[in-house]
Each structure stands twice: as C-alpha cells, then as structure tokens.
C-alpha cells in the first residue's frame, strides 16, 4: 500500500470518526452506514475518478456497510434522450465496477429500480417548503439559464434527502457543491423525527481535507476539472486512448518557469500536473518534485503522461470488458436492486405508518377495529 493511499485515507477517515462522535454525542445509536450517488452522464472524466469514486472503493475496502447507486431519476431533471440514458446507465455501472466497486462488497443499484426512493421524496416533499429550496445556490445557478424552469430540477434536493434518509445512512462522501443539499438532508430528517418520533440518524458529510487531492481543469487550473468544458482538451476522460491521453496533457496550460515545483497558489498549472501525478503514482508531491530535478516542464509532461497511461489502461480495458457483457451487467444491477429493496421497503413500511399511511391489510384492520371497541 503506497503512502500516499494511506495519507489521504487516513484524513478521509479521520475525518468521518471525528463526525461519528459528534453524532453520538446524546442522540441514538446508529450503525455506521455510507451511502453515494452517481448520475449516469456517460463516461467520467479522471476528476471524477480521482475525487471521488477511488474513494468509494477505498470505504469498500476498509469494510464499511456502504450503498452506491446511479441516480437516473435525477438525471431526467434534464431532458434526456431514453436510448442515451440506457446506454449511459449501463456505461456507468462498468466503469463503477471497472474502477473498482464490488458487488460482494458494496450494494451497487440503479435507482428508478428502487420505486421507494420517488415514494419517500413525496412524503419528505410535503414537509418542505418552497422558499427553502429556491434558496439553495445550486438551484439558483441552474435555474438563472433557463426560461423555463423543469419541476424536477426545483424539487430534486428533496429526492436527494430520501435518497440519503431511506437507507438510514450516517455518512455521505460529497464534494463542498453538495453541502447544502446535505443540509437540506439533515434539516428534514430532524422536522420528520420531531413530527413522528425518532425515525433517521442526521448524516453527515465525508469530505478529504486534503486539497490537494482536487482535480483542476488542464486548459485553465483555476477551476476544477469539467466535462461540461467547451475545450474537450480540458479533462481526461476514463475511455481516452493513451495517444488522446498523452495529447491532453502535452497542450496543458503551466506556466513560464521551466522549473518542476509545487505551489498551488502561484504555479497552479504545474500544481496540477503533479497533483494528478502524485494520485496515480502514489508519490507525494516532494518526492516527485525530486524526481523532477533537471526536467523542464514540457519534458515533466511526458512523465506524468506515462503516469496517467499506465494507471487507467486497465480500468478502460476492463470497461470495454463490461460493455461487451451487457446481460452479466445488467444481473449486477438487478441483484443490487432487490438488496436495497429490501432496506429500502422497511424504512418506508415504518414512515408511512407514522406518518398514518398504514394499509388496510385484513389483519391490520382487525387490530384497528379491536383497539376502538377496547375505548
């Protein structure tokens, strides 16, 4: 294991203990459970990958009870073409597990196989209000572009809540553009078990302190990587060949110091290449820097494009692997399906009989019926 797996590990998971504590800390005991989502929006580009997914697999692999699930009801929030979506939906489940997920290991579904999750966000729904969500800064950005603004785009934190709250998760990995739909999270499981009893644990966020594990964009690294970029150049995809690879990163924007060094705040280009650098080679930013000595940049280039090649050539082979399999893929999803059905149906069986949604089922009402006569 390389150090500097075990560096950003260790802060990742310092940082999540520290929150276990807090939460313990005169509330309910609630076991320790992760729970992510991914829109399938096709390939993921190595930001994607680096920032968060590698990370999924490291809370697998340090035996967390961990739930990820490819979130194509959020992705229709948008509108999407049903061929792309299945396609991009199968895509995403590859590469999940091309990258490393394991469905022995961790529950991996798609969530429109879950028809708990739309159910339980109408309920949570109904305990929101309008003027919390058109408040939230996500919205506001992604509204301001349209004339007309979907429904579902308004609404979709609250579906991200039920996400979260239906499998009574504790933890959630999240980048800081997703803290106040975490919040949101938080806010409506408190309003629900100060309504209805103690029914959800209040989840809390896993983010790496460690900034130097963030991605930037390889045309202008003052932003994150993006694949939204108009410059197709500004971001390494996990299906890129080594030649698109290696052409990425030749034309990345550094600077004009020829000089291989690390200084995120004034030499944020090369920064970046030894970022990415130091996250696949598993070298920290000083050893490689060392490494560097006599290079100039443009030659320090061709370094981390080896570096680069050498780390996603299997996860693409094994992507292309997947593709071809697309029944064995689609018997991933439908095991992963029925596991978190299982979760997810107890959860709900317990809301709406707080909430009063009860069912008459015969054996039910009988109770019902016994109860008011024993007035």
């Given at each position: 294991?390389?150090?500097r ?11 999540t ?18 729970f ?9 580009h190595?930001?994607?990958y680096?920032g ?11 035996g ?9 009801l ?13 396609q991009?939906?199968l895509q ?8 490393g ?12 196989g ?9 309920i ?28 579902g ?7 991200q ?7 009574k998760?504790?933890?959630v990995p ?18 629900f078990?100060n ?20 991605v ?15 410059d ?7 299906t890129?060949?080594?030649k698109?690879i290696?052409e990425?990163?030749?034309?990345s924007?550094t ?10 705040e ?8 030894i970022?990415i650098?130091s996250?696949v ?29 050498e ?6 082979d094994?992507i292309e ?23 997810a149906e107890?959860?709900?069986i ?5 909430v ?8 039910r ?11």
């Open positions: 294991m390389n150090r797996f075990i560096c950003c590990t260790s802060k990742l998971l310092q940082f203990h520290r929150n276990a504590s807090t939460q313990s800390q005169g509330s309910p005991s609630w076991p320790r459970k992760i992510s989502g991914v829109q399938p929006t096709g390939a993921l190595i930001g994607n680096l968060a997914i590698k990370r999924w697999v490291d809370l697998q692999n340090a967390e009870d961990v739930t990820y699930c490819i979130v194509d959020h992705s229709i929030t948008l509108p999407q073409d049903p061929e792309v979506l299945r991009n939906s995403m489940a590859a590469t999940l597990l091309a990258c997920i394991d469905p022995s290991k961790a529950t991996l579904f798609l969530q429109s879950v028809p708990q999750h739309a159910e339980l966000s109408w949570l729904g109904c305990m929101t209000t309008m003027a919390r969500l058109t408040h939230l800064a996500q919205y506001k950005e992604k509204s301001g572009k349209l004339k007309e603004v979907p429904l785009l308004y609404i979709y934190p609250v579906l809540a039920a996400d979260i709250m239906l499998y998760a504790t933890h999240v980048g800081e553009d997703q803290i106040q739909h975490l919040q949101m999270a938080q806010s409506l499981a408190r309003a078990n309504r209805f009893g103690t029914t959800f644990p209040s989840c809390h966020p896993i983010i790496s302190d460690d900034t130097s594990c963030r930037k964009s390889l045309r202008d690294p003052t932003k994150k990587m993006s694949k939204s970029d108009p197709p150049k500004a971001c390494i995809m996990l890129d060949s080594p698109a290696i990425k990163l030749k034309k924007v600077d004009f110091t020829s000089e291989v060094t690390f200084d995120p004034s030499r944020p280009g090369v920064a970046n290449l970022t650098h996250l080679s598993g070298s920290t930013p000083q050893q490689i820097c060392e490494a560097a000595k006599g290079l100039n940049t443009g030659q320090y280039k061709q370094h981390v494009a080896d570096a680069v090649v780390h996603l050539n299997p996860i693409r094994n692997r997947y593709m071809a399999d697309p029944d064995y893929l689609a018997g991933v999803i439908e095991e992963g399906c029925e596991r978190a059905k299982a979760i107890k959860t709900l317990e809301v709406k009989d707080k009063g949604m009860n069912g008459f089922s015969l054996a009402t009988q109770r019902l019926l016994n109860e008011m006569k024993g007035k």
